[in-house]
């Protein structure tokens, strides 16, 4: 089954969570992600543990353009797959 | 000079051409393989030359590279390297860092290098092409594609040692990024120090195993031009597979049965950190024969951590190789003897900061630093220690790291003065490479360093050679995860937020524990501190705006942010904040309060 977004912005806010070893208190779609202070690399872990719960693959070069929370998790959408 | 490999690196590919078994692998993102045997390395890299020199790309032309694949990046600076032109390595733009500062470093270093062609990739262009715009010089944006077309005539350059191979630019100031001249008689000559008399190189059974950037000299020296002078297949992964799953780099081990490999010290912290035990099913690591570790301050606890996490799986404590390098010397300056595995130095902290290095025990606790050896020079190569007023210190003197030989580089492309300032000739008649980074020699009584892990006995590196421990450094450059930073550079992007006046703004490393107290034992990790000047009332959205705008633009996250009241940051007698001393008073608890602590 494919998650619906807010099962995804959870999912991100959790894993977050983890691997910022810091609460994130009010996380939205339109959260810019590096104004939560998480840097290239901790992104990337970020995008890698949700890549393993979810079993997908987010390709590199499409990484780059993710600003907010939102443009991940529509990436995330794009990846799973449609039937479920 | 050196004797034992080809004196340049076409020279070397040249003697690997016959190989169509061996080469290089490029594992990609979804794990499937690309097999490059030395044989169609030298093809591709002799028709992407010809293309250069088609297109007009003379000998000493400046190439510039912005290519994320690590095939290509390969093929294509070996094809710039074959006709005699001189790649200058860029990094790709990395996730959400802004895109406008990504654009500024993609401009500065194209343009200090006086590079005419650019090549990147259809995935790349569209984040490369924006910065052109200020960079005049650019007469040609070329695609990688363009490049696997049949070669359009024979390549005929011939490539000497005294010629400059590449430029590689230093992590350093965005404003004013200095270009490392590295000619291929520097390669050759750092390729046989490290790779025969560093690592004793076998070429019937040794194979190294890499996730770092190849933009970067570890990565790009280390296990691509080391490598081809000494005929070692190596297998790639790309960087941010290792980021987002730290297992890959040790199942990519496991499954090529790897011998060598090497990581700045955050790594082996990440995959101690993130490893489960679980993940060690199945995985033998027995085949690990150098387990190096450079590019930044590296802690005896975190080889501990790592050590203790992936013995069960077969690791052999014995392969860790610490070793002390900078790009301006090529590549590497020191290095552990190999199979001896690490080993520390005890110190009196006290005595440390007045520049002694007095043994001590590790009962002292609190009193006592641990330093982990970085090992002693290769052949043909010296490494001494001298005093600000640049006299030769004796063992366990602490001054600043100095280095000759044939690997140090010929100096700062177009930067005399820059050149000057770190490139010296001393009393013998040598060119000196002064690092900039504080240590001393010491033989030291070398402690056996894992000796309860998996019942192995050994100990530490060879007795009688002076080892180089690292103990800080003279500039102010703060290393995080193996990357430098200016401190100008963080404080010119929080100079510019409102509220905050420029030149009221100090940043800062310190080296924190988990618990972030600071430490100075080797234990912690270092993380940037940002002090500002400005008003009380408004610390806490000035505190956030910093976070923000050092996330966005310098892609950091800032650790603490300490506001402190106008005109209250130490300054020198013309008026400029002084980092050395702020940073003591923050790790004192002497800053001017009252002090908003915004870390949680």
């Given amino acids: 089954m494919a998650m619906s977004r ?7 806010q959790k894993t977050a969570t983890e691997i910022a070893e810091k609460e994130f208190k009010s996380i939205s779609e339109t959260t810019i992600i590096s104004e939560l202070g998480i840097d290239s690399l ?6 890698g543990a949700m890549e393993r719960q979810l079993k997908i693959q987010i390709p590199d070069e499409s990484l780059a353009g ?11 959408e794009k990846r799973q797959s449609p039937v479920g | 000079m050196p004797s034992l490999v080809a004196p340049t690196l076409v020279e070397a590919c040249k003697v690997l051409a016959h190989k169509n078994d061996k080469g290089f692998v490029f594992v990609r993102a979804d794990g499937t393989e690309r097999f490059c045997s030395f044989q169609t390395i030298d093809q591709e890299a002799t028709r992407r030359g010809a293309h250069f020199a088609a297109r007009g790309v003379k000998r000493g032309d400046r190439v510039a590279l912005v290519i994320p694949d690590p095939d290509e990046f390969v093929l294509t600076f070996l094809g710039a390297i074959y006709a005699g032109a001189v790649p200058v390595p860029m990094y790709p733009q990395l996730t959400f860092k802004n895109v406008e500062s990504y654009h500024d470093t993609v401009a500065h270093i194209t343009n200090a290098s006086g590079a005419k062609v650019l090549v990147t990739t259809e995935s790349t262009k569209q984040y490369v092409e924006p910065a052109l715009a200020r960079a005049p010089k650019v007469k040609e944006l070329m695609l990688v594609s363009a490049l696997h077309e049949p070669a359009p005539g024979p390549l005929d350059v011939r490539v000497t040692p005294e010629d400059l191979a590449f430029l590689q630019f230093t992590s350093g100031s965005t404003s004013r990024p200095k270009g490392v001249i590295v000619t291929h008689g520097n390669l050759a000559a750092n390729s046989e120090a490290f790779m025969i008399h560093g690592l004793g190189k076998d070429s019937s059974v040794d194979k190294g195993v890499s996730w770092l950037p190849l933009f970067h000299d570890m990565g790009l020296i280390g296990f691509v031009i080391g490598p081809l002078f000494t005929d070692i297949p190596v297998v790639f992964l790309p960087t941010a597979s290792f980021v987002r799953n730290p297992r890959v780099w040790l199942d990519t081990i496991h499954k090529h049965r790897g011998t060598i490999t090497y990581a700045p010290n955050f790594a082996y912290a990440l995959v101690a950190k993130r490893l489960k035990d679980k993940d060690l099913t199945g995985l033998d690591l027995s085949c690990m024969r150098i387990t190096g570790c450079g590019a930044e301050p590296i802690a005896a606890k975190t080889l501990r951590d790592f050590s203790e996490k992936v013995v069960p799986a077969g690791f052999d404590p014995r392969s860790f190789l610490p070793s002390y390098g900078m790009a301006e010397a090529t590549l590497a300056i020191t290095f552990v003897k190999h199979g001896a595995g690490f080993h520390t130095d005890v110190v009196e902290k006290a005595e440390l900061t007045k520049a ?24 043909e190569h010296q490494v001494a220690i001298v005093d600000e007023h640049d006299k030769l210190l004796g063992e366990r003197q602490v001054g600043q790291i100095i280095t000759t030989g044939p690997s140090i580089c010929q ?17 013998d008649g040598k060119i000196w490479l002064y690092s900039g980074d504080l240590g001393y020699l010491a033989n030291g009584e070398l402690m056996p360093p894992l000796a309860d892990i998996n019942g192995l006995r050994h100990s530490g590196g060879a007795v009688g050679t002076p080892q180089l421990y690292i103990c800080g450094r003279l500039k102010d450059i703060i290393i995080i995860r193996g990357r430098n930073f200016y401190p100008s550079d963080i404080e010119w992007v929080v100079s510019e937020l409102p509220g905050v006046r420029r030149g009221n703004v100090v940043a800062f490393g310190v080296t924190v524990d988990a618990v972030g107290n600071h430490v100075e034992d080797g234990t912690g990790e270092e993380q940037l501190i940002v002090c500002a000047e400005a008003t009380q009332s408004e610390a806490a959205t000035i505190s956030e705006q910093v976070r923000q705008a050092v996330a966005a633009q310098i892609g950091l996250s800032v650790y603490k942010v300490e506001i402190v009241p106008q005109g209250s ?21 002497t800053l001017p309060k009252p002090r908003i602590k915004t870390e949680d």
């Fill in chain 2, 411 to 427: 100096g700062y492309f177009e930067e005399p003065e820059l050149t000057a300032a770190a490139f010296k000739k001393r009393d």
């Fill in chain 1, 66 to 76: 993710i600003q907010t929370v939102k443009d991940l998790i529509e990436l995330v």
């Fill in chain 1, 42 to 47: 901790g992104m990337l872990e970020i995008v």
């Fill in chain 2, 569 to 589: 940051l130490p300054r020198t007698s013309s008026g400029k904040p002084q980092r050395r001393k702020t940073k003591q008073m923050f790790v004192d608890g």
């Fill in chain 2, 356 to 379: 002694i290095a007095k043994p001590t025990s590790v009962d002292q606790g609190e009193d006592a630093q641990e330093l982990v050896g970085c090992g002693s020079s290769f052949p």
């Fill in chain 1, 6 to 12: 807010a099962d995804l912005l959870s999912m991100f």
